[in-house]
């Protein structure tokens, strides 16, 4: 390293009063930051591998350890800061493109915490969801426009295929191989518990995962990992990814280090080789070539399953919605920039896409204007941190939302951001075999199922308290929300009135 | 409107909660009655009403005229007037055209122009718009209210019509003279809004064809169904409760086709744990309409009665969070949102009871069907 000495981020504070020199943190440490030393018979730490995050403190049985930022700093500079320093020297370095992971870190504005909402007061009365009923159930799909009879004069019944769900949120696409088996088997088993949906993302279906299918959506991407008749048949909804929040324009790269027996099966590529997305689909150079990859995946599975268009949250993308809407796609999900990822360009994680909260408001809004809402669903996410972000989404127009960076959190994710270096020391994204056992699919799905059972809860209170009783009059009523501290461009984007208006 | 108040915001610049009172009186053979008990009836419920406003729609009021459409309408100026009547010559043959009759009244005041005009499309107008001639006939009308300043057609159905002002209820029916009106159905409601509106177009009924809804309550899911409905060309300009419950049921009763008791079994749609409790024929079709139809579910405290050509129909919300009273006698059938108020017009009815929440009561005139509905029952809903 010589003169592009890097100082490590973190300090490893170890309370040696404390320390019985167990070792613990040591065998769980992927990075290798903790020694034992034979000659002073106390352990040490390496801090420049440490990457912060907290195996080792949350192991540590006599609490001897935590890790603190560095207070190593270079001249102060508003303009040059240490990041940024610190990012050329690696590239002086390396040569190489600055790869990070999980959403972006950067302080951009969080539009849900500048919304408020609404509750009711004297005029209308609130409800109590402990006392009444109070409904999540959401449908996914196209509607019907028009309402047909049979010669009988009965109504005729037959819709096109619709995803139902108990609780308007879904475990977004976050592939086999980006994530562990384990931590895949959780989510399976959480959705089915919760009555929702999870993703395979692009890393095809694992055989053992079949039998979760009527709680899977299966996905397309432009490698076409693990598609063929039986796995496109195998879910409840088949998603195309046309793009990512946390990086649009680009496609995917799993290192071919990560491609062991069962990922090199599942993906139907050779055993150790590189499995690379290209950016774009390569059948897919526009619209209409979206139209007709819709229109092979309804064929080949017999009209069956309602087919999702995952698309980044780009400037364009009300237009770009309008036109998928057209597609004879069932449901659009779209990701904001502020969306996680396995691995990314740091550059395009942290500069490319807008948020989410503006894509959604737009993209409801257009398509109401064109009066084509009720073509398709809308599925948002990219950093949905609670149940009040799903509320507020609802308010402004998304049908459900997606969140995978929530899930990873409560199977034990701490957000170290350092997915793509596959040591994963929590079993979630990583797949060494003795680092995924850590993670107790039962366990990790309990926790997914009291997650989201939690802010199931949450959202109801809320509705009720706004004297709503069912999801389906929460959804696009933009007058339950207010901003605050918004500007009245933003607040016109988001259709919403400002806090006392 | 706006250049001609500046006092307070009006209805359409501002959304007005209120709270009100409602009642219905249907003769189910068809005999047509005065005004006097639909007033009498609402006058007991006066403190429901703050004299924020007040009206009446009567059905069957002109026989003599019932192949055209009616249209009411308030002006706030001559150029106003000249506008409208010029945009009604270019759109309509005028039948008849007068201003309604009222009767000076101490606790009306600031009125407006009110004229009335009876009227049917151009026949070459209508053919080269392709739309059938009520679809024509609410264009226009939204057109007029959407884009004349100082003009607002408050009534346009045929052989029916409103008569609403600020002021209380009872206080607005003297002013019409609705003594001089005979109906087989009379709908009317007292106003207390939550503001102080000065404005005649935001009272109640608000009506659109033959359709006229008086409510009580406040929705809780006004936005995600105005925002749904303004998709089909509607316009919510006075962003009133009133005003989108009317425009749904219009679409979905007129342009969807859908009987009375599925409207209701859209905007009040049965609990899911309900729904499941039903047959399997029955659940299919509540699956199909709230699912197809699930941004124009109503949700939050209502009572309403609908009038159409034909019949009334009374509905609460699912929770019944406003009261709501139906009871018959004879071959009249009275809706109230205080018994009191039925009593007061028929002090020993045959039958009273209380609808449950999202039930509707659906009453027609014998032997006609109501609407395309093919209901026969007399009274559903008990």
Redo the contacts between chains.
């Keep these: 390293m010589g003169i592009n000495y890097l100082y490590p981020d973190f300090e490893v504070v170890r309370n040696q009063d404390r320390c019985i020199s167990c070792r613990v943190c040591e065998r769980q440490c992927a990075n290798e930051v903790h020694s034992f030393d034979e000659a002073t018979g106390r352990m040490k730490a390496d801090e420049s591998k440490c990457v912060n995050c907290h195996r080792c403190v949350s192991l540590c049985p006599t609490r001897a350890l935590k890790i603190v930022k560095t207070d190593h700093t270079f001249k102060e500079n508003a303009n040059w800061k240490g990041e940024v320093i610190q990012d050329i020297y690696r590239q002086a370095e390396s040569g190489g493109v600055l790869l990070a992971s999980m959403g972006t870190p950067k302080d951009y504005p969080v539009y849900w915490d500048k919304m408020l909402v609404n509750a ?1 007061q004297v ?3 609130s ?1 109590d969801p402990l006392r ?2 109070m ?1 999540t ?1 959401t ?1 996914l799909g196209q ?2 426009s ?2 047909k ?1 049979d010669a009988n ?3 005729i ?1 037959k ?1 096109a295929p ?1 995803l139902k769900l108990e609780i308007p949120i879904m475990f977004s696409a976050m592939s086999y191989g980006s994530i562990s088996y384990n931590a895949h088997k959780s989510l399976a088993l959480a959705a089915q518990e919760l009555g929702i949906y999870y993703n395979t993302g692009e890393g095809g279906l694992h055989e053992d995962f079949y039998q979760y299918g009527k709680n899977t959506i299966v996905q397309v991407a432009s490698g076409r990992f693990g598609v063929h008749p039986g796995y496109l048949n195998a879910g409840a909804a088949i998603e195309i990814k046309m793009g990512q929040g946390a990086k649009p324009g680009i496609g995917g790269h799993l290192p071919g280090s990560k491609i062991g027996e069962d990922i090199s099966k599942t993906r139907m590529i050779p055993l150790h080789s590189d499995a690379i997305s290209p950016a774009p689909h390569h059948d897919i150079y526009s619209i209409e070539d979206l139209r007709q990859l819709v229109f092979a995946l309804k064929e080949a599975t017999a009209y069956t399953k309602p087919i999702i268009v995952k698309v980044a949250a780009v400037h364009n993308i009300s237009a770009i919605a309008s036109g998928i809407a057209r597609s004879g796609a069932d449901i659009i999900a779209i990701d904001g920039f502020r969306g996680g990822t396995g691995a990314a360009p740091a550059r395009t994680r942290d500069n490319v896409g807008i948020p989410i909260e503006l894509a959604l408001a737009s993209v409801d809004e257009r398509l ?1 204007q064109e ?1 084509i ?2 073509n398709v669903s809308l599925v948002v996410g990219g950093s949905i941190r609670s149940s009040s972000d799903v509320l507020k989404a609802i308010a402004l ?1 998304a049908d459900a939302v997606y969140v995978a960076t929530s899930a990873l959190i409560a199977l034990g994710c701490h957000l170290c951001r350092t997915c793509h270096s596959g040591k994963c020391n929590w079993g979630i994204a990583t797949q060494n075999p003795e680092l995924v056992k850590r993670l107790n699919p039962e366990v990790g799905s309990e926790r997914l199922v009291n997650l989201i059972t939690a802010w199931n809860h949450e959202l109801k209170e809320m509705m009720g308290g ?5 999801i ?9 929300l207010r901003g605050i501290g918004l500007h009245e461009t933003e607040l016109n984007i988001l259709g919403i009135k400002h806090a006392g208006a | 409107m706006n250049g001609y108040h500046q006092r307070t915001p009006l209805e359409g610049e501002v959304r007005i909660p209120s709270g009100c009172a409602i009642s219905g009186i249907i003769s189910r053979s068809g005999k047509r009655f005065s005004g006097r008990e639909a007033i009498s009836s609402i006058a007991v419920m006066h403190d429901r009403s703050n004299g924020l406003g007040g009206g009446f729609a009567g059905y069957g009021i002109y026989p003599e005229y019932a192949d055209f459409y009616a249209l009411h309408v308030f002006y706030y100026s001559s150029e106003a007037k000249r506008s409208c009547e010029d945009f009604l010559e270019e759109h309509f043959d005028l039948i008849n055209l007068s201003k309604i009759p009222t009767t000076k009244h101490h606790a009306i005041t600031d009125e407006p122009l009110i004229w009335r005009y009876f009227v049917t499309p151009l026949p070459t107008k209508l053919a080269s718009s392709q739309l059938d001639e009520n679809e024509y006939t609410a264009r226009c009308v939204i057109k007029i209210n959407r884009e004349i300043d100082g003009a607002y057609v408050f009534s346009s159905g045929k052989n029916m019509g409103v008569f609403k002002a600020v002021g209380y209820p009872e206080d607005v029916g003297e002013f019409y003279r609705l003594d001089d009106y005979e109906g087989y159905s009379w709908t009317v409601h007292g106003r207390y809004p939550t503001n102080t509106p000065g404005w005649w177009g935001g009272a109640h009924p608000f009506s659109l064809l033959d359709y006229s809804v008086v409510h009580n309550g406040e929705i809780s899911s006004y936005d995600a169904n105005r925002r749904f409905i303004e998709m089909f060309g509607y316009s919510c300009t006075l962003m009133t409760d009133t005003e989108v419950i009317t425009y749904m049921i219009d679409y979905l009763h007129r342009k969807q086709g859908l009987s009375f008791e599925e409207v209701a079994n859209v905007i009040a749609a049965p609990f899911w744990s309900t729904i499941e409790r039903k047959s399997q024929e029955e659940k299919e079709v509540c699956t199909y309409l709230r699912n197809t139809f699930a941004s124009m579910l109503i949700t939050g405290p209502f009572s309403i009665i609908l009038g159409f050509s034909g019949g009334l129909m009374a509905l609460n919300d699912r929770l019944k969070l406003r009261s709501l009273v139906a009871a018959e006698k004879d071959d009249r059938v009275y809706l109230a949102s205080e018994e009191a108020a039925i009593r007061v017009i028929c002090p020993e009815p045959d039958r009273l009871w209380y609808p449950s929440g999202g039930k509707p009561v659906i009453v027609t005139l014998e032997g006609q069907q109501g609407g395309q509905d093919g209901h026969q029952l007399p009274v559903s809903g008990l």
Excluded: C, D, W
Excluded at chain 1, 466 to 470: E, L, Q
Excluded at chain 1, 472 to 480: F, I, V
């Design positions: 009711s005029t209308n009365p409800i009444e009923p409904e159930r449908y509607k019907e028009v309402i009879r004069g009965k109504i019944t819709t619709q109401r009066g809402r009720g127009g706004m004297g709503i009783n069912s389906e009059a929460l959804r696009g009523n933009r007058l339950m």
